[in-house]
């Protein structure tokens, strides 16, 4: 059993490999069964369909990210700081693994219904990444009302009047996702260069971008002690 599952893991680690080299259209069966030395029909073994192996590749892709949010928010302590890093750690990891990222979000397998293993579905692996950014922004909401009643200033028509926080944190996380997909695709750069935008190098066109995105949807940055 120790074998079979160490050959199992061994097809997911070449899978790995092979989208982060090679990108999504390399991910074929046979292709990892020979980088992994093994015969072509040994990865059925383990996986049921194509679409169980690459699901699992994807959660290794989920898993990576998570593990850069932690470090990369490991040292923050305001929720505003925490969501920049976060913000900027998604949009960096679509640019820098664009094959991974591709696979962790195609739909099918996402929306795996038809290709179920009876493990959890890829889907699932989205949820802490939300529940992370829903969490924040009910902070940030919470230090701003704190920060404006300090001041004396009136929050009734605040954040009292923005939508619950799990909608802004699907506009935000829609956002982010939008940027990442269109630098990708070089869409925003032809967008931004023109006379009328901001001259910037790529990067700080870039960061301007995600700066724009978390001031639309939970407002600018604050200079108050609690913020930094």
């Not at 029909?41 to 699992?56: K, W």
């Not at 960096?92 to 693994?97: D, I, M, P, R, T």
């Not at 990708?184 to 935008?197: E, M, N, R, Y």
């Not at 724009?212 to 604050?222: E, F, N, W």
């Amino acid at each position: 059993m120790a074998q079979e599952d160490s050959l199992r893991e061994r097809l997911i680690d070449v899978g790995v490999d092979v989208v982060m080299t090679d990108g999504i259209a390399a991910l074929g069966l046979r292709e990892i069964a020979r980088r992994a030395g093994v015969s072509h029909g040994a990865p059925r073994r383990y996986f049921a369909t194509h679409h169980e192996l690459l699901s699992a590749i994807a959660r290794r892709g989920f898993a990576d990210l998570g593990a850069r949010f932690e470090v990369a928010t490991a040292a923050v302590a305001a929720p505003r700081r925490r969501l920049e890093a976060l913000a900027r750690t998604y949009v960096g990891y679509a640019l820098e693994h664009r094959g991974m990222f591709e696979l962790m979000f195609r739909h099918d397998l996402l929306d795996s219904g038809p290709h179920a293993s009876p493990g959890p579905r890829l889907r699932e692996s989205t949820l802490p990444l939300f529940e992370t950014i829903v969490a924040l922004i009910a902070e940030c909401r919470a230090e701003r009302e704190s920060a404006h009643r300090g001041g004396g200033r009136d929050t009734a028509r605040g954040d009292d009047a923005a939508p619950p926080p799990a909608v802004t944190a699907a506009a935000l996380w829609s956002n982010l996702h939008g940027i990442a997909q269109l630098w990708v695709w070089d869409s925003l750069q032809l967008a931004l260069d023109t006379p009328s935008a901001e001259a910037a190098p790529d990067g700080g066109r870039l960061e301007l971008l995600v700066t724009a995105a978390l001031d639309a949807h939970i407002g600018p940055a604050t200079t108050s002690p609690a913020a930094a």
